[in-house]
């Protein structure tokens, strides 16, 4: 029987908030995709194609549908509304072709369009600012459409699947699809490529404890991630950059897609290349960083990262390239998901904390190291030697910990420290994200 988490970090220090429940009990359930590629015959293909076709009329119609009784009425139509008309507009003599596709889909069209409302709505009243309107929908790849799981109109069969309206498609992926399906999303990524995506809910138990505390993670565009435990060693995780490595070919496909004349088979097959290219880019950057952050997670019971804000960050014009090359967003969201998924906990410290400027062993603030071109500096106060990054690091870890409600008390070298002279308002963002 695995010991709570509380009693597991109990040879360091036991965190102050409550935990529960403990791990010797039933695995929770979480919500969990499987993706898997499909190879659907001739016939299918023109029924997944003919289906995000309707569904994207479903979706331009009924937003026309309700711009129009806005400005006619002063008032918008509800969903429920747009769910009558829905049925009606199947009837209808000029419209009866969208009784050929799946009506999951179509319905699945109007709840993108209502959530899709509420998300502008919420958006004004948050920030004040009139964006996010919903727009519409354009005929082009990555065009997807959702069913739901009703009657066992889904069934997962040995590489293949079957889907209402389409029968068993066969299929290649992950083998290991179980839990309750929820519903399944087909996509089409690019021409003649198609995916599913399966929702499942699974139970999934809590990792057993880990063989080291907490873990200080600072990302950046050199190197793509510097670890350390705190105990003086540092693990370096090369930045790959993937979408620079391949740029010549994304500059030499899209180069012959400008050259192609619109609409024609050339040009259908140019912008599929080239389409490929984003996609294996994609796939590539996804696989990094899943390999990561599920090592940190088994490794490591705290970690510790900044609250990163990339939308502001790329606004720098000299580094946006490099900084969304990198995709901090999807590991910093990906180490949420899995320490949730897995009973670990992830502290996240304010962004303007200034991680590089302080002296991890005395704490003094050198503002010279703003400059990103110093990369190794000498601590004026106690003359000791830092890598600018490692030395982040340590002290992204220190922080991390305060914020988790678990001061550590030690420098990088086992002694003793004074607390660092911080502005009050550093701390002020600092939040652990609970996740037991």
Known sequence: MLPRRD????AWQTPCREVTPTESSTPPIRNKAFVVRL?????????????????????NHFLARRIETYRQDGKSITYAATD???TLLKRAEGTLWLAAVDKFALQQSLRDLEKAYQNFFRTVKTTGRKVGFPKFRKKRTGEAYRTQFTNDNIEIGDHCLKLPKLGWIKTRGQPDIHGKIL?????????GHYEATVLCQVEIPYLPAAAKFAAGVDVGIKAFAIVTGGNGEF???ANPKFYRSALRKFRKAQKTLSKRKRGSVRYRKAKTKLARIHRSTANRRQDFIHKL???LVREYEVICTE?????NMVKNRQLALSISDTGWGEFIRQLEYKSLWYGRLVSKISPYFPSSQLCHDCGFKNPEVKNLAVRMWRCPNCRETHDRDENAALNIRREGLVAAGMADTLNAHGDGRRPTSVGSGLRSENHATSVV
């Open 7 to 10: 009693q597991r970090l109990g």
């Open 307 to 311: 609250h990163l804000k990339p939308v």
């Open 39 to 59: 190879y659907p015959n001739t016939t299918q293909t023109e029924l997944i194609n003919r289906t995000l076709g309707c569904a994207r009329f479903v979706y």
């Open 235 to 237: 693990d370096h995780h």
């Open 84 to 86: 009558k008309e829905l």
């Open 293 to 295: 952050t599920i090592s």
């Open 183 to 191: 519903n399944v999303t087909v996509r089409r990524v690019v021409e």
